[in-house]
């Protein structure tokens, strides 16, 4: 113990090579503790021995209860260097995590997760780095301790959590053939709706900047899908459809706020559909509120397929509305939906072009 306080960092680094190599897993969580100090080493060698002594000492993964608790202690000690001021420290924790935790570990996950809703920016994108030493992409567990954030306070931190559910919920690649990447195709699937559900939960929060944070959230998680072939595309689609469906299931929330931010994300996700989701905002035309229901016939120009036979007979009976403003609101919602051509539609168009105004 004496020659890991030593003024001369040699002497340091030597000491801790000795206690990994000698005590190895028989080593206690003391020992552990008093090199997880020297991750705030001034001499990089000593930070270094002592990230290679604490991976060889940590006790080894399914182990007893207090091999467990001894897991959890010297994770949250390393954790805590994230926070700290030097970045070299913060560097030496990430390091000794990706040797010494179990990835998809609940414990390390909610350790590193904590981190980032740290004040200092710094923490927190060290926090991100450390967060892919305790979980794989995909991690459920991981997924859902980074979508509570998303109801933080500060904007910062929000956006710290979207960086962090699109890192964890990659789109899957589409080009795998083989049944390994159909599976790997799939289970991406299955995580990116995961956090499209974790992000669409925050849509009812009381906070308009938290709901405005999860829309952003949806955009980016289903960017790709928008921008490599949309609703149709395989996984792409179930990941899009997925969020559509969470923005969709708030049109009915008692709150106001919350439906008219639910269309705000259904107008920025959706292009070209049709059927139920066409229905659920056109029930929104009648909505008590003034702003929904001129939030949904904007949102319904944007959403419906072209030519959508119910879209654009609702639009239509617009063009009669008392209102100039309601009625200039369905022009333009019907040139982007109306199908160029389309008998039907220029039929109901012509027999308003009689309205007195």
Request: include cysteine.
């Amino acid at each position: 113990r004496k020659a890991l306080e030593d003024p001369d960092a040699p002497v340091r680094r030597a000491a801790l090579e000795a206690l990994g190599a000698t005590l190895g897993r028989e080593a206690g969580v003391e020992v552990l503790l008093v090199a997880s100090r020297h991750l705030e080493d001034a001499d990089e060698a000593v930070r270094q021995a002592a990230i290679v002594a604490i991976g060889r000492m940590a006790p080894a993964p399914g182990g007893s209860a207090v091999s467990a608790a001894a897991s959890a202690r010297l994770l949250e000690a390393i954790c805590q260097r994230l926070e700290h001021r030097y970045w070299w420290v913060a560097r030496a924790a990430v390091r000794a995590l990706e040797l010494v935790a179990v990835k998809g570990d609940s414990v390390g996950i909610d350790a590193v997760a904590r981190r980032l809703a740290h004040s200092a920016s710094a923490t927190r994108q060290h926090a991100v780095e450390a967060l892919f030493a305790v979980a794989a992409s995909g991690d459920r567990h991981a997924i859902a301790a980074a979508a509570g954030h998303l109801h933080n306070s500060e904007a910062a931190v929000r956006r710290c959590a979207v960086q962090v559910l699109c890192k964890l919920a990659p789109l899957p690649d589409l080009d795998g053939d083989s049944e390994s990447g159909a599976a790997a195709a799939a289970d991406a699937s299955s995580a990116a709706v995961a956090a499209t559900a974790a992000a669409a939960a925050a849509l009812e929060s009381s906070s308009a900047k938290v709901r405005q944070t999860a829309i952003e959230a949806l955009q980016q998680l289903t960017a790709p899908c928008n921008r490599d072939g949309g609703a149709g595309a395989g996984s792409y689609g179930e990941v899009a459809a997925a969020a559509a469906t969470q923005a969709a299931a708030r049109l009915t929330h008692r709150s106001p706020e919350v439906r008219l931010d639910a269309l705000a994300a259904l107008g920025s996700l959706v292009r070209g559909s049709s059927g139920r989701l066409v229905r659920r905002v056109v029930r929104c035309l009648v909505d008590r509120n003034a702003a929904i229901r001129r939030s949904a016939l904007v949102t319904l120009g944007k959403l419906a397929k072209r030519g959508d036979v119910v879209a654009v007979r609702t639009l239509v009976g617009y063009l009669g509305h008392r209102k100039e403003k309601v009625r200039r609101r369905a022009v333009s919602a019907l040139e982007h939906v109306a199908a160029r051509g389309g008998e039907r539609c220029v039929a109901l168009v012509c027999a308003r072009l009689r309205h007195r105004d």
